[in-house]
């Protein structure tokens, strides 16, 4: 008996460290999102003061871990978390894919010669880097403190002022109506919209996890 309330207590604990290492997770990003702007939009180097690859990599090894201590803790005992167990399992992919995605924004600015300006697309291009920072930020403060009415107010966001934005972009430079920048730079302002597109859509998803089940996260309440 006393075996079985121990492994109990484990299986909460390991739950509780799963969670903890999620939030530490959306703070490296955060990290790592600050620092590929920069990079891309503020400097004509890439030469930034933290190892986006090495950071990558630890977000990458903290997903496994997540999934390996929620399955240990549904399988020991927690089957009343399943439900969960699941959304935390789904959020943590959510949260892996935006590292990748400032990874590739990075990548940007390793191969981009100098520091990107959007020309004829710039005032577009700034709105959706503010729109999907702030969405970002806001979104990891909803998750930690499990807000509620918060999520809700963001959930809109994503559509009204990000999707719809970056897709104008991509489809003014595809129809060769941006005619002020080169192709390297087109293409580079192409691909950081998508990237911003895709960030923002994964924080839509993490904050969906606050209002939705597990089966409508991604989707509006």
Known sequence: ???????????????????SECHEMLDIDLTMFKASIHSLRKSDSANIDIDIYAMDKKINEFERDVR?????????GGKEDIGSGLVLVSVVIDIERIGDYTKNIYDL???HPRKLDGGMVEDKLQQ????SFTLFQESIDAFKNQDI??????????KEQISSQS??????????????????SASAASLYSRYLKRIAAHSRNLISSVVNPFERIGYPE
Do not use: P, W
Not at 68 to 76: F, S
Not at 128 to 131: A, F, H, L, N, R
């Open 167 to 184: 897709d104008l972009i991509t489809n003014d430079i595809i129809a060769g109506k941006v005619i002020d920048l080169d192709i390297g």
């Open 68 to 76: 390996r201590k929620v399955m240990t803790h549904l399988a020991i």
């Open 128 to 131: 959706i880097e503010d729109s």
């Open 149 to 158: 009415e918060k999520a809700r107010g963001l959930m809109g966001e994503y």
């Open 1 to 19: 008996m006393f075996k079985q309330i121990f492994e109990i207590f484990k299986s909460d604990s390991l739950y509780e460290q799963a969670l």
């Open 109 to 111: 600015a390793v191969n």
